[in-house]
């Protein structure tokens, strides 16, 4: 899920850059950064965002500038020229100068005349097509990056569940190996026993099947295969799989559990260990994937 994606766009006098980058996250968490003036398109930013992702964390960050030559306003200080325009009157009524105060004065008095550049109130109406535009290409670039990184990711877990699936083939022959050492060994303890306290010799097959067969775990091998078969149909399908994945390990790691607590053998159990240490690897890739 993670990726990273910069795009620039100039045109129609609008400049625009968009930076998208997504972290793993377990649903589809969106974050917008831009400008107030396009406050009207985060919406619309968020739609092509959930048209393209369903899970992680996604931040986009958009800038965008008039490059148009920028409209400038001129002001005149009014009060301060009527100040100025009496101190030249008194001056003029004692013939200390002559003549009014021109436009070139005006010009040359400090502060008379502010020039600035005119308030932009907002973007462009040009700047809404060019920024989806963007945003779009933007989050294609980061739908590439992530499907790269999910060809390697995907490799990794193949390799990762057929390794289950050996530690599966291996337990389901330990687990009938420990069962007829089980009744072996059973049988041989009955068999040693006093004729007085053996009782039915029917009766105590019977009770030594029903106890042999708590640990048949033909059920949970069998379940555990068909969540590896679904694993691989979800992992070869078209629809984002990260979530029910995530389902699915969780399932065979119950099948595990229950593989552990059943079969019998000294080797079962170091197999089960070993493949819950499998399982918990395949946990921490499958949170990478969408």
């Known amino acids: 899920m993670t990726g990273f994606a910069s795009v620039s766009r100039e045109t129609d006098g609008v400049s625009v850059g968009v930076t998208v980058k997504s972290v793993n996250h377990r649903f589809l968490d969106m974050q917008v950064k831009a400008p107030s003036a396009l406050a009207g398109l985060e ?15 996604v931040e986009i960050a958009v800038a965008c500038d008039d490059t148009t030559e920028p409209t400038r306003e001129v002001s005149l200080n009014e009060a301060l020229v009527s100040q100025v325009q009496a101190v030249v009157d008194a001056a003029r009524a004692k013939g200390l100068v002559s003549g009014g105060l021109t436009a070139s004065d005006l010009l040359r008095i400090p502060h008379a005349l502010e020039i600035r550049l005119a308030a932009a109130s907002e973007v462009p109406g040009a700047a809404s097509a060019v920024v989806e535009a963007a945003v779009a290409e933007a989050l294609d670039a980061l739908v590439v990056m992530r499907e790269t990184e999910g060809r390697f990711l995907a490799a ?15 337990v389901e022959a330990g687990a009938a190996a420990g069962q007829a050492a089980l009744e072996a060994r059973l049988r041989e303890r009955l068999a040693a ?11 105590m097959s019977q009770e030594l099947v029903r106890f042999v067969a708590r640990s048949d775990v033909h059920e949970e091998i069998s379940r555990m295969r068909g ?21 699915l390990v969780q399932e ?13 053998g000294l080797a079962v159990t170091e197999l089960v260990v070993s493949a819950k240490a499998e399982l918990e690897r395949v946990k921490e890739q499958v949170q990478n994937v969408e």
């Not at 193949?158 to 291996?170: A, G, N």
Request: hydrophobic share 35%.
């Open 252 to 264: 065979m790691n119950r099948e595990i559990n229950t593989i552990g607590s059943k079969a019998e």
């Open 43 to 57: 919406s619309r930013i968020k739609g092509l965002i959930q048209q393209r992702l369903t899970r992680g964390r």
């Open 156 to 170: 990794d877990l193949d390799r990762r569940v057929q390794t289950l699936l050996v530690f599966v083939d291996t």
């Open 193 to 203: 026993m006093p004729a007085d306290l053996q009782g039915d010799p029917v009766a």
């Open 227 to 247: 969540h590896v078969d679904h694993w691989r149909a979800l992992a070869d399908g078209p629809e984002p799989c990260g979530r029910k994945l995530d389902f």
